[in-house]
């Protein structure tokens, strides 16, 4: 993938789920903020914040939560950023705020 379109991808994907995040966040008490690029996922109870940003020189969708770091590939069958035979990034933030949050956390 060329640049411009990984910055196309990428950009698409962080807005579509910024607004999935904005709906949900009042359901399950965090706040989302997509700001210069990256999309940062604030939560109050338990104390805790995702980030996720694009990494252009690898192409990369990257996700910092609970302590570990995703990276994920554009996978063009799924027309969507996942991890290698894993979930996409909307499921992976799904699951990582299930997991904070003690509840079934859907976007």
């Known amino acids: 993938m060329d640049p411009?379109?990984?910055?196309v991808r990428s950009d698409d994907a962080l807005q579509r789920l910024h607004r999935r995040l904005m709906i949900a966040g009042d359901r399950y008490?965090?706040?989302a903020d997509l700001n210069s690029g990256?999309?940062?996922i604030e939560f109050d109870d338990p104390p805790a914040k995702f980030?996720?940003?694009?990494n252009a020189p690898v192409?990369?969708?990257?996700?910092?939560a609970l302590s570990k770091s995703f990276k994920l590939d554009w996978d063009a069958a799924r027309d969507a950023f996942a991890l290698?035979?894993?979930p996409t990034l909307a499921e992976l933030v799904a699951q990582s705020a299930t997991e904070l949050l003690g509840e079934n956390v859907t976007i």
């Open 29 to 31: 008490g965090f706040e």
């Open 51 to 54: 980030v996720v940003s694009p």
């Open 59 to 64: 192409s990369q969708i990257w996700v910092s």
């Open 84 to 86: 290698p035979g894993g």
């Open 4 to 7: 411009q379109e990984f910055r």
């Open 38 to 40: 990256a999309l940062a």
